[in-house]
């Protein structure tokens, strides 16, 4: 008789937990996994012909201090630019390089010399990069943690003001 109780107990318990087991289940299966994206600010512009004086030696600089391997890329008017794969749209960089940007949080950045042009490429491992021209920083001796700080200023102020001056998407 103690045999049959303890058997039946021990099935009770089982049984109960093995319900509250399956109900947790449901409850948490029912929930949605809910994932948000943040939708990227609209283009405030794309610099026309007419307005582009300002930007051209940007322009210049920093076509010559891309890797010639790179044929499509996105220029904003602080010198930030971000590459995309051969064969992509203007229209689907242009949308894409607001939203890298836009989640860019003052990442680390490598600073390197550009080969062709006085200046240098500050690099994020996100790939956004900025160019730093001699005449941001004119004539005084500055360190690579320097200008990895005007670096990260000049990306913060594309992310604000978001004007691209310039889509380069040449064939190769």
């Known amino acids: 008789m103690k045999k049959v109780l303890f058997i039946a107990t021990l099935a009770a318990i089982v049984s109960s937990c093995v319900s509250k ?14 994932i948000i994206e943040s939708q990227p600010e609209p ?28 044929t499509h890329w996105v220029l904003f008017s602080n010198g930030t630019f971000i590459s995309f794969p051969s064969g992509t749209s203007v229209k689907d960089m242009e949308k894409s390089a607001l939203g890298i940007l836009q989640r860019f949080n003052n990442d680390k950045l ?26 941001q920083i004119g004539d005084r001796i500055i360190s690579p943690t320097e200008l990895a700080v005007l670096g990260n200023s000049n990306i913060n102020k594309d992310k604000t003001e978001l004007l691209i ?8």
Do not use: D
């Not at 289940?25 to 996994?33: G, V």
């Not at 062709?116 to 500050?122: P, R, T």
């Open 165 to 172: 001056v310039h889509v380069n998407n040449k064939k190769r």
């Open 21 to 34: 087991q399956s109900s947790s289940n449901r409850e948490s299966s029912s929930e949605p996994n809910v």
């Open 43 to 70: 283009l405030k512009e794309v610099v026309s012909e007419e307005k582009l004086e300002p930007y051209k030696k940007l322009i210049f600089n920093t076509k010559l201090s891309v890797s010639p391997s790179q």
């Open 110 to 135: 490598r600073v390197s010399k550009s080969p062709l042009v006085k200046g240098w490429i500050a690099r994020t491992s996100k790939g956004i990069n900025n160019f730093i021209s001699q005449k």
